[in-house]
């Protein structure tokens, strides 16, 4: 069990793809692994990251987008030089941002691939703190690369008649986009705690497994005996030098930082259970640490409890007595949708609304036969952290797959309209920006074509 925390969603179309990003390094940061593509200003293009993306690409799009090497070049030169000037233009993004973006993102990944075993080993990683770091660093360049193409577009708009004028010239050519079905999902969580004695007993054996070791006995054996978290438990309990900047809870860093070389910390409390800390050894700024994590036990009978208290909530909603806003307002437990009415947004692409093909199995389950208003079976749910919980999901909005309509999808057209014009101001701006910039193509691409002026000084 992992209990560090440390989410996906770029205006550029290629870019909702960002994921074969994950191990593209900075220039400064970079070893000569695989050929340079190019390096715009500090950042640089592996010919690697040119063979993920594709990949990726072409495996999103179920094989129906083709994109060759040169393509796909310009795509990253494009983001890398956003990345670039949002440096140079002090652009500020706040961790708080960074951090909810990429646990929205491991959530994602945890329901579409099953695990998180699953889910970081399908991008190439050892563990999940690893990839933890890996989705930090992208989501932070996304945040600046997003933060300066709203500053360049911020004063671009449109009109109807724009609207109009771009839809029409879309159908003229019949290219109007087939619009998926999709959904608006909300849900209510009740979670069953444990008791107050179970936590106090907890409590009790962490201090006892505290002075057994004061007393000379090994903490690393009682780590391997004890301990709730598996991967930790594997290694005698250590989690090896952390930082102030290493993605573990507070609770934890704040015990680990406090503690002096040898001492063990008192019991204390994270999302993920109750912990005792061993401080290994001080190691410039960072801290070799061990620790135990003992999880409190729910009851069935807490289970049971709680599983009928949502289904009375259930059985109100559908009488009517209370709407599901205000069900959410009243009784929900989770943090991240309770503000919102229990409005889920999608961590691909920081919307309200789901394709409706590409959620993950368990929910297509759940939902795939609702029709707008209903309401899904209540349903049993755990955390990595080891939150149990029931769950109710609600259907806001169903659309199904169309071609799309002026009227109907008028919202839509002008999302799309507004971001072709977003996007020509941006190719302005860039036409501007690359002869400012620092631009070194490899030699493999110097041959291609492309549609800026990229070659300046490479020719």
């Not at 780590?223 to 005698?236: C, K, V």
């Not at 409190?296 to 009488?319: C, G, Q, R, S, V």
Request: proline residues 2%.
């Amino acid at each position: 069990m992992q209990f560090k925390t440390k989410t996906l969603k770029n205006t550029s179309i290629l870019f909702t793809f960002f994921l074969a990003s994950l191990g593209v390094v900075n220039a400064q940061q970079a070893k000569k692994i695989d050929g340079v593509a190019v390096v715009i200003g500090k950042n640089i293009v592996l010919d690697s990251d040119i063979d993920k993306f594709k990949q990726e690409v072409e495996a999103r799009s179920e094989g129906k987008v083709k994109i060759s090497d040169c393509e796909m070049l310009e795509e990253l030169m494009q983001q890398k030089l956003l990345a670039h000037h949002a440096v140079i233009d002090s652009v500020v993004v706040s961790q708080a941002d960074i951090d909810s973006r990429v646990k929205r993102s491991v959530a994602f990944f945890i329901n579409q691939y099953g695990s998180e075993e699953k889910a970081y080993k399908a991008y190439g990683f050892n563990d999940l703190e690893d990839f933890k770091k890996e989705l930090t660093r992208v989501q932070k360049e996304n945040a600046l690369i997003e933060k300066e193409q709203k500053k360049i577009t911020e004063k671009v708009d449109v009109t109807p008649e724009e609207v109009r004028v771009y839809f029409k010239g879309l159908k003229d050519k019949n290219e109007l986009p087939e619009i998926p079905a999709e959904v608006e999902i909300a849900q209510l969580v009740l979670k069953a705690e444990p008791t107050k004695e179970e936590n106090e007993r907890i409590v009790k054996k962490l201090n006892e497994i505290k002075k057994q070791v004061e007393g000379g006995a090994s903490f690393k054996l009682k780590a391997i005996i004890n301990s709730d978290d598996p991967t930790a438990a594997q290694n005698g309990g250590n989690m090896g030098v952390i930082t102030k900047e290493t993605g573990f809870v507070k609770e934890f860093k704040e015990v680990a930082f406090s503690l002096e070389e040898g001492e063990i910390s008192e019991p204390f409390k994270s999302p993920f259970g109750y912990h005792i800390v061993l401080l290994n050894k001080i190691k410039g700024e960072g801290r070799d640490v061990s620790h135990i994590l003992l999880q409190p036990e729910i009851a069935d009978e807490k289970l049971n409890e709680t599983k009928k208290e949502i289904e009375k909530i259930k059985a109100d909603l559908k009488e009517g007595k209370i709407t599901f806003e205000e069900a959410v307002k009243k009784y929900s437990e989770d943090e991240d949708t309770k503000s919102n009415g229990g409005l889920i947004i999608n961590p691909y692409t920081n919307e309200s609304t789901f394709e409706l093909a590409r959620m993950a199995p368990d929910l297509f389950g759940r939902i795939s036969e609702l029709k707008k208003g209903e309401f899904s079976d209540i349903f049993y749910d755990e955390t990595r952290e080891g939150e149990k919980m029931y769950k109710l999901i609600f259907l806001k909005d169903k659309t199904e797959t169309h071609k799309a309509d002026l009227v109907k999808d008028y919202v839509r057209m002008q999302q799309f309209a507004l971001a072709k014009k977003k996007e020509e101001e941006i190719v302005k701006w860039s036409k501007d920006k690359i002869q400012e910039t620092y631009i070194k193509l490899g030699n493999d691409y110097k041959s291609c074509t492309f549609k800026k002026d990229w070659k300046k000084g490479n020719k």
